[in-house]
């Protein structure tokens, strides 16, 4: 008989998320009666800002329940325009695409892109998701290992060796999750004119653009550089992080006009429209009716930020690296002898703190920690953790 097994596509082969797996463990745990502190989340701690589910409360109520354009809704999609034209993007609605989330504009626009003569080059270490979703789409993933030292950026070096007659697209996520480094308009600058010079395409993931707590650091979109990079770049984003969305799956991208129809193809097949009455709270949501509550939220991570950090340097073995942007503090844990698998399965084991280890980020030296969550909760974790170490 045939084996079934040993036949499966691509999208048969993926693995399955750590960072959900660890996340689940924990609240598993928690469930139990155990006292978890979880640092693995991948979302804010905060409530939904409270217009924004009026909005969607009240676009039910007015029966706007029914399919709509697979792309978006055409509000929505307006709103998204002049989002991207305050970053310097240069768009039309036709550009856009309206998705289940962030991480299916990714996934779409990898898959819409490349097949299985095409190379993707990653930046690691990388969200664990953006080689999976290679692997979907039956390209080989290519990745460039970046240093702290460097602030997690590649070098014009490191671009030119890994880039081949096959390579296709670049993805690049600023700021990052897992390091939490943001690029600099210079940096951004030659990663645009590496892709010029080779006639690439870029994918710039900016889900967690509003979460930036330097004053002296600010973000910037590589498609807004120049008429050529925009021409070969894909920009997403969301409102999962920004709003406290997640559970709301709702993303969105723009790209040049050729590509936006194969992805627009390729969702009216996959999942028609995201869901309709969620993109109408979108629509306040990027008229900054929320603003001010999404601000409180930015400056708690802020001073999250700055705990978690001065809590970390009075915690001997490891090294860590103080992050820009997101909600996220990555540890080099190398020099407790453990892998970051190892580390964090015994740490959930016999601290009850929950990290995520970065193996599967392509650094597997290194363990994720979140500061999505209370103050309380991270001088908790820190102790824990410096308990943790101090046995081993």
């Not at 329940?65 to 055409?74: E, H, K, N």
């Amino acid at each position: 008989m045939q084996n079934l097994e040993a036949n499966c596509s691509p999208l048969g082969l993926l693995s399955p998320s750590a960072t959900l797996a660890i996340s689940a463990k924990a609240k598993a745990l928690k469930a139990q009666g155990k006292d978890v502190c979880s640092m693995s989340a991948g979302e804010p701690d905060f409530d939904t800002p409270q217009v924004i589910k009026d909005a969607c409360i009240h676009a039910i109520q007015e029966g706007k329940v029914r399919y709509i354009a697979s792309s978006g809704l055409p509000e929505l999609k307006e709103e998204i325009v002049k989002k991207f034209a305050a970053n310097g993007i240069k768009t039309a609605k036709e550009n856009i695409i309206v998705t289940t989330g962030a991480k299916f504009a990714v996934f779409s626009a990898v898959t819409a892109l490349c097949g299985s003569d095409d190379e993707v080059i990653v930046l690691a270490p990388y969200w664990l998701s953006y080689p999976e979703m290679i692997k979907a789409a039956g390209a080989r993933c290519v990745e460039v290992r970046t240093t702290a030292a460097n602030g997690f950026a590649p070098t014009r070096e490191q671009l030119e060796q890994a880039i081949t007659p096959r390579t296709k697209l670049l993805i690049i996520n600023s700021p990052n999750n897992p390091t939490g480094a943001v690029y600099s308009e210079k940096v951004l600058q030659m990663i645009a004119d590496v892709a010029v010079k080779h006639n690439i395409m870029v994918l710039s993931d900016e889900i967690y653009e509003k979460l930036i707590y330097n004053p002296e650091t600010k973000h910037v979109s590589i498609a807004s550089l120049n008429d050529e990079i925009a021409a070969r770049t894909i920009t997403v984003n969301g409102f999962s992080k920004a709003y406290a969305m997640t559970g709301w799956r709702l993303g969105y991208l723009s790209a040049p006009l050729w590509l936006t129809r194969r992805i627009a193809a390729l969702q009216s097949q996959a999942t028609s429209n995201a869901t309709s009455f969620v993109q109408y709270a979108a629509v306040v949501a990027l008229r900054g009716e929320a603003d001010e509550e999404v601000n409180k939220m930015i400056a708690a991570f802020a001073r999250r930020k700055e705990l978690i950090c001065g809590l970390l340097d009075h915690i001997p073995s490891i090294r860590f690296f103080k992050p820009d942007g997101a909600f996220y503090v990555i540890c080099d844990i190398s020099a407790t002898g453990l892998s970051a698998d190892e580390f964090c399965r015994h740490l959930l084991d016999e601290k009850l703190v929950a990290a995520i280890p970065c193996s599967g980020f392509g650094a597997p030296e290194y363990i994720r920690l979140s500061y999505a969550c209370s103050e309380e909760n991270i001088r908790t974790a820190a102790t824990r953790l410096k308990e943790f170490i101090r046995g081993l």
